[in-house]
T-cell receptor, first 115, second 111 residues
Framework: EADIYQTPRYLVIGTGKKITLECSQT?????MYWYQQDPGMELHLIHY???????EKGDLSSESTVSRIRTEHFPLTLESARPSHTSQYLC??????????????FGPGTRLTVL | GESVGLHLPTLSVQEGDNSIINCAYS??????FIWYKQESGKGPQFIID?????DKRQGQRVTVLLNKTVKHLSLQIAATQPGDSAVYFC??????????FGKGTTLSVSS
């Protein structure tokens, strides 16, 4: 079944740790996105990719980095986590395949807490 | 920059009533609009979309209306159910650009 997956769903870590949030999709999409969202609030685009080896920063400045080595996979890395990084991180994809070219489909999100 | 906003942050309705959630957008060049539903602890879920060459589109229990003259978008939910309780976001874009999301309206349905 075509879908978009995120792991872990919940993560609690200490300040200074390096973490990687995983995102994979089997939708056949070429575009992928990372959003940061506080509970019930608007979504802020932090990174996006329009294809393999293509990554761009979004509207919201973020200390995270991303990579796109495979079409299906778009991991997000924080080199040194801080309490200000506490938030929900949502991954999405769009493109050829399931849905219209601009319709974004979202994963379940990763709830990150940095102590 | 240009953004999409929603008129009301919260909306409370009784089960069985019809709900109307509104959204105003500022970019007159936008040609694609989407409504998403986000339940607590989950990612946004696609509900319905509409292109700028249409005024109305209907789905199962949901209708989206687009008024390009006043740059207004609305989502109508018929016979609202407790399971409809969630945060609803509108989003818009021009072809090939990233979606811009509004602030969200929290719909609460009481039985």
């Amino acid at each position: 079944e075509a879908d978009i997956y995120q792991t872990p769903r919940y993560l609690v870590i200490g300040t200074g740790k390096k973490i990687t949030l995983e995102c994979s999709q089997t939708m056949g999409h070429d575009k992928m996105y990372w959003y940061q969202q506080d509970p019930g609030m608007e979504l802020h685009l932090i990174h996006y990719s329009y294809g393999v080896n293509s990554t761009e920063k979004g509207d919201l400045s973020s200390e995270s980095t991303v990579s796109r080595i495979r079409t299906e996979h778009f991991p997000l890395t924080l080199e040194s986590a801080r309490p200000s990084h506490t938030s929900q991180y949502l991954c999405a994809s769009s493109g050829r395949g399931q849905g219209g070219p601009d319709t974004q489909y979202f994963g379940p999100g990763t709830r990150l807490t940095v102590l | 920059g240009e953004s999409v906003g929603l008129h009301l942050p919260t909306l409370s309705v009784q089960e069985g009533d019809n709900s109307i959630i509104n959204c105003a957008y500022s970019n007159s060049a936008s040609d694609y609009f989407i409504w998403y539903k986000q339940e607590s602890g989950k990612g946004p879920q696609f509900i319905i979309d509409i292109r700028s060459n249409m005024d109305k589109r209907q789905g199962q229990r949901v209708t989206v209306l687009l008024n390009k003259t006043v740059k207004h978008l609305s989502l109508q939910i018929a016979a609202t159910q407790p399971g409809d309780s969630a945060v609803y976001f509108c989003a818009e874009n021009q072809a090939g650009t990233a979606l811009i999301f509004g602030k969200g309206t929290t719909l609460s349905v009481s039985s």
